[in-house]
Structure formats: structure tokens, C-alpha cells
């Protein structure tokens, strides 16, 4: 896996954000670090977006564990409330100060493709 911001033809000059600051209950908390395949189901998102932003940066609770984050993935801790997403959003939307893509921590399927597109078509 690129880390972020390294030399790729297809990098977004954008940072990437996966919300992962929910408590997790319909899964018994920890979704962040919940195994599917081997793998936490947070590293699914974030290698989809280390190979497709400049930078990549997990939002999430101060409480919030996560397993070990890629090298050059930032954590930002957003406030303890208000509990939703539109808080970790307007959190990253602070930190990163331009544009940023959003994915969440139980997103195992996106691709870098799929980013790449998306940020494409807007």
C-alpha cells in the first residue's frame, strides 16, 4: 500500500476522511476494529483512499480504538458531541481546510476506482 501523498498518476489532490467515531452497537462496539477477511474493517476504506488521496485522515472519538493506522494516516480526534456524522464531517471539513471525501469505517468494499470517480464527477 502507498502511503499518503507518495508519487501515484492517480492521486487526488484532496484529503481523504473515514469517519469511525460511532459507538458501534449494532456490532457490540469496536467497529473500527472488527475483523472481516483478516483484516479490521477500517483498513478497507483507508487503503482505498491512501491510494487515491494526497492525504488520509481518520475522524473519529478520543475514546474511539483503533487498530494501527497505515503510515502518514493521521487521527483526528472530533469533540465528544454531538454523537452523528455530520459532526465528524464538519470536523474534517475544519482540519483539512478544502475538500475532502468521506468514507465510513464499515465500508469494506470501496475501491480507490470508485474515489477516484466519484471526486471525477463532481
Same mark, same amino acid.
Given at each position: 500500500m502507498a502511503?499518503?501523498?507518495e508519487e501515484r498518476a492517480s492521486v487526488l489532490p484532496i484529503t481523504g476522511v473515514v469517519l469511525a467515531g460511532g459507538r458501534g452497537?449494532?456490532?457490540g462496539g469496536g467497529k473500527p476494529g472488527v475483523m472481516l477477511a483478516g483484516r479490521p474493517l477500517i483498513s478497507?476504506?483507508?487503503a482505498a483512499?491512501?491510494?487515491a488521496c494526497f492525504r488520509v485522515a481518520v475522524v473519529c472519538k478520543?475514546?474511539?480504538?483503533?487498530?494501527?493506522?497505515?503510515?502518514?494516516v493521521e487521527r483526528?480526534?472530533?469533540? &465528544?458531541?454531538?454523537?452523528?456524522? !455530520? @459532526?465528524?464531517?464538519?470536523h474534517a471539513l475544519?482540519? $483539512?481546510? &478544502?475538500?475532502?471525501?468521506?468514507? !465510513? @469505517?464499515d465500508m469494506p468494499f470501496v475501491t480507490a476506482e $470508485?474515489?477516484?470517480?466519484?471526486?471525477?464527477? !463532481?
Open positions: 502511503r499518503p501523498g452497537s449494532r456490532l478497507y476504506p483507508l483512499l491512501v491510494e478520543r475514546a474511539t480504538d483503533l487498530p494501527p493506522l497505515p503510515p502518514g483526528w480526534d472530533e469533540p &465528544d458531541e454531538p454523537r452523528h456524522p !455530520a @459532526a465528524g464531517i464538519a475544519e482540519r $483539512a481546510g &478544502d475538500s475532502i471525501l468521506v468514507c !465510513a @469505517a $470508485a474515489c477516484l470517480r466519484v471526486v471525477e464527477a !463532481a
